[in-house]
């Protein structure tokens, strides 16, 4: 038995056939002009009034209710003038010069509202212009109030579309005018198509060199906003991973020092009663899942490369050791403290080591050779702190170094945990102060000592 293999020939068109990189462009062309010029040509798009950036507009008033329409003015002032040119320049009386000043002065109007469609009926009133006003002008296709008319009305439009939309402007104005010359050059002496080639040209070349300029900057400055929101926000967040590992550290500490004192306060007493060993077991149990939980929650913003610090985390008693090398850079640093000196809740002694590190640290980069005074005041509802320094002197060796606030967000974000008030803000004598204030119970105040 012998299998046969039939072969059918693949219908003309049945495959999309590939198509070549210059039909693809033209395709892209074509279809750029149908968007631009065509696609609801005549569509209502007013033109917005200006802002109150430009400096007329600041004075308030009625000047800025009168800035706000300049540019509509300076646009029907331009029409008025291609009118009255129009006008001037026929010689015959009655209507006619009348009908062709409207015909200058209708497409410049319609830009403040139609764009698109003005260019389209620009083209028209110049057609129609030439018609009425017969073959006795060597000028064509445009007569001195449409060309001027003509030009008015390219700038505006291409100050209000994108820069395809004037190239395709300058494209079909060049068409129109070689179509008008095959067409009826015949009986006139001269025609304008070159002039106004050239001169809508170079003010179609910087009105849209203008636009490029204005939309670069416009994302320029997107984007810069948009990096900073972003590096705020991931200062914020590496700062909020940072104050919740050493948080993370601090009450684990404590919990595991709750569960052993809990596992071991039975022996210590003789004869306990079963209800004290059943509430001390208690107790570690819930010391137990509370730690277990704790490092369930917390343990996830540690970085997998991060290893908890062997060393215990820094008080307000290891301010002396920061001190000592600081004045080692050559900050003159000195440390006062008001009040009875006690023991705080070690959140509260490690947010405050931390806040005077980073103070200390900006008094380094921006006010290099200026000294620093850190004050620590124990009252009776919490911690205050107020770290100042003064102007960087003029014989500087370092020039102060440009930073981005990212120590104050942190300062913030430490306080803003505690529930407590910082404030800062440059001295009359030309330095720079942090106040801080941390509140802090009784009840966790003694309860740190009894510890």
Not at 44 to 68: C, I, N, Q, V
Not at 109 to 117: D, E, Q
Request: with cysteine; proline share 8%.
């Amino acid at each position: 038995m012998t299998e046969t293999t039939h072969t059918q020939p693949t219908p003309p068109g049945g495959a999309a056939r590939p198509r070549s990189p210059e039909f693809r462009l033209a395709a892209d062309a074509l279809r750029g002009l149908r968007q631009d010029l065509f696609h609801d040509a005549f569509a209502y798009r007013p033109l917005p009034r200006r802002g109150s950036d430009g400096r007329p507009a600041r004075r308030g008033g009625r000047t800025r209710e009168y800035a706000a329409w300049t540019p509509h003015t300076v646009v029907a002032v331009l029409g008025a003038l291609a009118g009255f040119l129009a006008v001037a320049s026929t010689d015959d009386s009655g209507l006619l010069p009348l009908l062709c000043g409207l015909l200058a002065l209708g497409p410049v109007l319609l830009t403040l509202a139609r764009p698109v469609g003005a260019f389209w009926f620009s083209l028209a009133a110049t057609t129609v212009t030439a018609v009425l006003m017969g073959s006795g002008w060597s000028d064509w296709p445009w007569l001195p109030g449409s060309f001027l008319s003509h030009l008015v009305v390219l700038t505006v439009v291409a100050l209000r579309t994108r820069p395809r939309t004037a190239a395709w402007m300058w494209v079909l104005t060049g068409a129109y005018g070689f179509v008008a010359e095959s067409l009826f050059g015949w009986s006139h002496y001269d025609t304008n198509i070159g002039p106004m080639l050239i001169l809508s040209a170079l003010i179609l070349l910087v009105v849209t060199v203008r636009q490029i300029r204005r939309q670069a900057q416009q994302e320029v400055t997107a984007q810069q906003s948009v990096t900073a929101v972003e590096r705020s926000r991931r200062t914020l967040l590496e700062e909020r991973t940072t104050i919740a590992r050493e948080l993370h550290d601090v009450v684990a500490h404590h919990m595991s020092v709750v569960a052993i004192q809990a596992e071991a306060a039975p022996y210590r007493v003789e004869n306990p009663p079963p209800e004290l060993e059943k509430a001390f077991a208690t107790i570690r149990e819930n010391a137990v899942a509370a730690l277990t939980e704790l490092r369930r929650v917390l343990g996830v913003v540690r970085a997998e490369d991060y290893e908890a610090p062997d060393a215990p985390q820094p008080t307000l008693a290891d301010l002396d050791g920061l001190l000592a090398n600081v004045r080692e850079t050559g900050l003159e640093a000195e440390k006062v403290v008001t009040g009875a000196v006690r023991e705080m809740p070690q959140g509260v002694e490690l947010s405050a080591y931390r806040i005077v590190q980073e103070a200390l640290s900006n008094t380094l980069r921006h006010a290099p050779g200026a000294g620093a005074r850190v004050e620590i005041g124990y009252v009776l509802g919490g911690l205050g702190l107020r770290i100042v320094n003064g102007p960087p002197p003029a014989s500087a060796e370092r020039k102060p170094s440009p930073g981005a606030g990212h120590g104050i967000t942190g300062m913030r974000e430490r306080v803003s945990m505690l529930n407590g008030e910082m404030t800062t803000g440059p001295t009359p004598a030309g330095g720079y102060e942090v106040t801080v204030f941390l509140p802090v119970p009784a009840a966790d105040t003694a309860s740190e000592g009894e510890a």
